[in-house]
Antibody, heavy 122, light 110 residues
Framework: QVTLRESGPALVKPTQTLTLTCTFSGFSLTTNGVCVNWIRQPPGKALEWLARIDWDDDKYYNTSLKTRLTISKDTSRNQVVLTMTNMDPLDTGTYYCARIPYDGSGTHFDHWGQGTLVTVSS | QSVLTQPPSASGTPGQRVTISCFGSSSNIGTGAVTWYQQFPGTAPRLLIY???DRPSGVPDRFSGSKSGTSASLAISGLQSEDEADYYC???????????FGGGTKLTVL
């Protein structure tokens, strides 16, 4: 059974750095083709893809946020970590991690975490 | 402003067939597969359609996807009250080198 779970602070101050962890089970990020992504959703708004890390450690970032994002993985702990620097109130929203299976396309997010709400406020 | 364009709302009565459109460009839908997600309030999105036409196991065959050129559609036949949700399309964008989503369509079952 594939599961993903996001964890991190619920509240961060403007200009601070956000660190989110995605802990997963039921699959391995060493399997050829598997990827883990971060996607966010501001309250009442649309989904926005942030970053992706592949089984071979290739990384992809949203071009408009690239300078603020870093994604990494710890395969021994089955975790993927996302850091976002210089947080702003506009970054408030629910942050999800989601898996792409080994045979999936670049938008084939077959399993999602429940999401974690991050509020940016002083 | 989302890269993929969806109507903000759609509606239908129980039993009816409704379609939700998704318009893109040659750098995304025009060159690759489209994925559709269903999202209920307060929950994570659920994969509904992948590779433009395929359904994961567990998704009723009332849901179907199609694609033509730079646009795609999600059709829901035999509309049910539990289909009331937000629907998002997604596609890989070659220019942005990443996935892009539509703005979402809120489906109301009257």
């Amino acid at each position: 059974q594939v599961t993903l779970r996001e964890s991190g602070p619920a509240l961060v101050k403007p200009t601070q750095t956000l660190t989110l962890t995605c802990t997963f089970s039921g699959f391995s990020l060493t399997t050829n083709g598997v990827c883990v992504n971060w996607i966010r959703q501001p309250p009442g708004k649309a989904l926005e893809w942030l970053a992706r890390i592949d089984w071979d450690d290739d990384k992809y970032y949203n071009t408009s946020l690239k300078t603020r994002l870093t994604i990494s993985k710890d395969t021994s702990r089955n975790q993927v970590v996302l850091t976002m620097t210089n947080m702003d109130p506009l970054d408030t929203g629910t942050y999800y991690c989601a898996r792409i299976p080994y045979d999936g396309s670049g938008t084939h997010f077959d399993h999602w975490g429940q999401g974690t709400l991050v509020t940016v406020s002083s | 402003q989302s890269v993929l364009t969806q109507p903000p709302s759609a509606s239908g009565t129980p039993g009816q067939r409704v379609t939700i459109s998704c318009f893109g460009s040659s750098s995304n839908i025009g060159t690759g597969a489209v994925t559709w997600y269903q999202q209920f309030p307060g929950t994570a999105p659920r994969l509904l359609i992948y590779r433009s036409y395929d359904r994961p196991s567990g998704v009723p065959d009332r849901f179907s996807g199609s694609k033509s050129g730079t646009s795609a559609s999600l059709a829901i036949s035999g509309l049910q009250s539990e289909d009331e949700a937000d629907y998002y399309c997604a596609a890989w964008d070659d220019s942005l080198n990443g996935p892009v989503f539509g703005g979402g369509t809120k489906l109301t079952v009257l």
